[in-house]
């Protein structure tokens, strides 16, 4: 079973630029999560899509960061303008469900330096 | 107060050594308790499941006090590779989410 893509890898922008990442899950994986993590800390939750439906959003700040999953299936996240708080590591996650058995699976993340 | 709160370390252990982490979350509602483990620059991994009875996977032991808002994870016989961060993951009471919610994590360095 392939994994959760991400791309780019990394990213380097200067501050109010603008910057979007990709995230294509693991296949008939119904959820699909974006991730914070800065340095030192663990992840935080960004946005939660139900097929092409967001579940959560309370943690995006809304004025910068939109995201959306078009299709039911991939999704992008994108940030505008940036700022250097947010230089973190962006990651993906899918699962089959919303249950906690349901397994989730992290994408390798992107990894984004605002300078 | 965070809902997941872990001690940072770094704890530096030698091989051989057992080692013992500990966290504590703030809402008595939550519903399901894991351990991740995330090696340097890679995405969090599951390492196993926390339930009240405590549950055991090979050298790694897992617990939790649902009383005290506590969970513990123990891992015996340390080696080289059991270096990484180990983070400590509730689920909110709410069960239309699968959202997790994180501690900081611990780092475990093993030493030759």
């Known amino acids: 079973e392939a994994g959760v893509a991400q791309s780019p890898r990394y990213k380097i922008i200067e501050k109010r630029q603008s910057v979007a990442f990709w995230c294509n899950p693991i296949s008939g994986h119904a959820t699909l999560y974006w991730y914070q993590q800065i340095l030192g800390q663990g992840p935080k939750l960004l946005i939660q899509?139900?097929?092409?439906?967001?579940?959560?959003d309370s943690q995006l700040p809304k004025d910068r960061f939109s995201a959306e999953r078009l299709k039911g299936v991939d999704s992008t996240l994108k940030i505008q303008p940036a700022k250097l708080e947010d230089s973190a590591v962006y990651l993906c996650?899918?699962?089959?469900?919303?249950?906690?058995?349901?397994?989730?699976?992290f994408g390798s993340g992107t990894r984004l330096t605002v300078v | 107060r965070k809902e997941v709160e872990q001690d940072p370390g770094p704890f530096n252990v030698p091989e051989g050594a057992t080692v013992a982490f500990n966290c504590t979350y703030s809402?008595?509602?939550?519903?399901?308790f894991f351990w991740y483990r995330q090696d340097c620059r890679k995405e969090p991994k599951l390492l196993m499941s926390v339930y009240s009875s405590g549950n055991e996977d090979g050298r790694f032991t897992a617990q939790l006090n649902r009383a005290s808002q506590y969970i513990s994870l123990l891992i015996r016989d340390s080696k080289l590779s059991d270096s990484a961060t180990y983070l400590c993951?509730?689920?909110?009471?709410?069960?239309?989410?699968?959202?997790?919610?994180f501690g900081q994590g611990t780092t475990l360095q093993v030493k030759p």
């Open positions: 996650a899918s699962s089959r469900s919303v249950s906690p058995s349901a397994g989730y699976t």
């Open positions: 993951v509730v689920t909110p009471p709410s069960s239309n989410t699968g959202k997790l919610i």
């Open positions: 809402n008595s509602a939550s519903q399901s």
């Open positions: 899509f139900q097929n092409n439906g967001v579940v959560d």
